[in-house]
């Protein structure tokens, strides 16, 4: 599962950068959600749960709700960073979120995607 988790981690920080690069806001807020994913894979919680509040408020600022499809990912993230740190934590955490710009939450993001490697 390491393994796996460390590749998913590189994949999905190359792909936020390229999205980073070329403006892509909303593919920017999905390649943050994507590596909260991996950071709920490393037990890193509270990082899942800034992260995950750092997208909600791009796609919030972009007008851009999930898709019915895409919605199981991040709820099943939230509800395991939620569930592990308790509704408080979970919920200052996500505050720190959505209060970071976008870019500290992508440097976050990809800090995280290099410790996973």
Do not use: K, Y
Not at 3 to 27: F, K, Q, S, V
């Amino acid at each position: 599962a390491q393994c796996n988790t460390a590749e998913a981690a590189a994949r999905n920080a190359e792909a936020l950068r390229h999205r980073r690069e070329a403006g892509d806001r909303l593919g920017i807020a999905q390649g943050v959600e994507a590596l909260a994913r991996v950071a709920v894979a490393l037990g890193e919680q509270e990082r899942a749960a800034v992260l995950l509040g750092a997208a909600a408020a791009e796609r919030q600022a972009l007008g851009i709700a999930l898709m019915a499809d895409e919605q199981a990912v991040p709820d099943t993230t939230v509800a395991t960073a939620r569930s592990s740190l308790g509704d408080i934590r979970f919920g200052s955490a996500w505050m720190r979120g959505q209060l970071s710009s976008v870019e500290q939450a992508v440097n976050e993001a990809l800090t995280l995607a290099s410790e996973a490697q």
